[in-house]
């Protein structure tokens, strides 16, 4: 176990999910970066594509998440074993986000150890520049893509806002989009090899969805379909804690002063002891910095095709590399692929899409936003 936290402290820092499609999100994000945390240049900070989001995020009541939905401690419902009760997943959509929608820079405007980089912290997804947008039709089916990071479980969905109604995370929650069919694809990135490009085919895995426990009321969630890792009962590390927005602690004393935390998290951290603690032991439970897939028969739930499971972060010390460019694998290299329903009786105009994953793993809520045009 101690192994596992040590590689775990290595990723902390990393993005754990993003938009890919449309492409033409504010964040930066395309099918091409899929599993890679890329940073793009504006203004005067640079964007870490993975890192908008909300934390800490709660539900404000009990879980109504239907059981089938699961994705973490899948057997375990109730007592204190239910680590997870807590989590965004367990009641989608109901859990306060900060922002408009579209994510906050770092997660929150207080710099947390399991935040972004290169973002500046604490601002709104929404003010990020303006992209060209995607023309979609009125009744038509359209594609839509994410990637993820670091696998956090829980579930998805995507909503519409009109910019002239002014974007919000209520806006968005009025036009929630229903998906279309009983499939997700995997969509590899391109790969090249001693300078020949390689194109993996498209797989199609099951889209597990439900409307029960919902909010808003009735509208149509996505679980997350690739399975994190069963390493340990993550009830080991105790029942959710939520970070100490006040408190300074030294990374290096979750782990006995081990250089690992000191090289990846430099100086004192905000989160509390305690909270740091159970998140190295949490992500060590769910298989971090072991390997990109499972061992056999050691998921949450069952893989949807043989391979395709993990929690996805291997981390390198950058501060042990002389060729930085050799260091990290930062995710799944593939977007998960739905297709979605554009709504008949939309009025035209200029909208922003917004992505919404409430994570079962974290109290995290990620979030980004692209550019559409209804037509």
């Known amino acids: 176990m101690m192994k596992l936290a040590h590689l ?66 899948v057997d375990v419902n109730s007592g204190s074993a239910d680590w997870s009760a807590t ?48 023309k979609w039709l009125r009744g038509s089916e359209q594609e839509v893509g994410f990637s993820i990071s670091a696998n956090h479980g829980g579930g998805y969905q995507w909503r519409l806002c009109k910019v002239s109604d002014g974007v919000s995370e209520a806006c968005f929650q009025k036009t929630p989009l229903a998906f279309a069919g009983d499939k997700s694809a995997l969509q590899y990135k391109p790969t090249t090899y001693y300078g020949v490009e390689y194109t993996i085919p498209r797989v199609e895995v099951p889209l597990v969805k439900t409307s029960e426990g919902t909010f808003p009321k009735h509208s149509e969630w996505a679980r997350v379909p690739v399975p994190s890792c069963r390493f340990c009962d993550q009830s080991i590390c105790g029942a959710g804690l939520l970070p100490n927005m006040t408190d300074l602690f030294d990374p290096a004393d979750a782990c006995g002063g081990c250089p690992e935390a000191a090289a990846t998290y430099p100086g004192k951290q905000v989160g509390g002891l305690p909270w740091f603690k159970q998140q190295i032991c949490g992500q060590g439970c769910a298989g971090t910095g072991y390997s990109i897939h499972c061992p056999p028969g050691m998921t949450q739930f069952p893989e949807p095709l043989p391979g395709i499971s993990g929690y996805a972060s291997v981390g390198i010390n950058f501060a042990e590399l002389s060729t930085p460019s050799l260091g990290y694998t930062d995710g799944f ?19 922003l899409l917004s992505w919404r994953w409430d994570c079962e793993q974290s109290h995290q809520i990620w979030q980004n936003c692209a550019d559409i045009t209804i037509a």
Not at 113 to 129: A, E, M, R, V
Request: hydrophobic share 30%; glycine share 16%.
């Open 87 to 134: 989590m965004p997943w367990r009641a989608p959509g109901t859990a306060p986000v900060l922002g408009s929608g579209c994510g906050v820079g770092g997660g929150n405007s207080v710099p947390l150890p399991n935040g972004g980089q290169s973002t500046k912290q604490g601002l709104d997804g929404f003010s990020l520049p303006a992209m060209p947008p995607t």
């Open 8 to 73: 775990s402290l290595l990723v902390g820092v990393s993005g754990h999910g993003h938009v890919t499609f449309p492409p033409s999100t504010r964040h930066g994000g395309n099918l091409n970066d899929a599993g890679s945390c890329v940073t793009n240049i504006t203004g005067d900070f640079n964007i870490d594509v993975c890192a908008w989001f909300s934390q800490p995020a709660v539900i404000p009541g009990k879980p109504t998440l239907p059981d089938y939905m699961r994705s973490y401690n």
């Open 333 to 351: 290299d593939f977007s998960i692929i739905d297709k979605v329903l554009v709504p008949k009786d939309l009025e035209p105009g200029e909208y």
